[in-house]
């Protein structure tokens, strides 16, 4: 059931379908690890770019994330409410950087990203409180998806 708050979130408007992750954030449960999900068949899209385009699209995505994400915020009047999860395929995009090629990279990407993204250890906490607006609900995940892909290329060259 939709909550009351998402009512004035239409997917027939562009920026909020991306916005709700094209309604994987609608999920009653876990819609920030329902994005996540969503967000790995755009990463098997993507994956097999050359390194510059694949950069240039999470810049682009990350850009459009702000807009994208004021609009929804704007339309529920709250700022980084749940079903809002454009930040986290853009966030898993950037943890699954020059990742291995395997199943089991794409599993431990996600797991890693979604550590970061509901730990929120310092300094992710720290521009989560203090940055708002669509900047701050992009910031926050780019942060977790940085320390997620340090986390991952340590494993791929451990493993």
């Given at each position: ?125 720290w521009f989560d409180r203090r940055v708002h607006g669509g900047f701050g609900i992009m ?21």
């Amino acid at each position: 059931m939709r909550k009351p708050e998402l009512a004035a979130l239409k997917l027939s408007n562009p920026l909020h379908l991306l916005a709700l992750g094209f309604g994987s954030g609608l999920s009653p449960i876990m819609p920030g690890t329902m994005g996540t999900l969503a967000a790995i068949p755009l990463y098997l899209l993507i994956q097999g770019l050359p390194l510059w385009l694949y950069v240039a699209l999470l810049v682009v995505g990350f850009v459009a994330g702000i807009k994208i994400c004021n609009a929804a915020t704007s339309a529920i009047g709250r700022h980084d409410h749940g079903a809002i999860v454009w930040d986290e395929f853009i966030g898993f995009g950037v943890t699954m950087l020059a990742a291995p090629a395997g199943w089991q990279w794409i599993a431990i990407g996600f797991v890693l990203f979604r550590f970061f993204d509901m730990v929120k250890p310092w300094p992710i906490s720290w521009f989560d409180r203090r940055v708002h607006g669509g900047f701050g609900i992009m910031l926050d995940d780019l942060i977790a998806g940085l320390f997620a892909l340090v986390c991952l290329q340590g494993l791929a060259l451990y493993l």
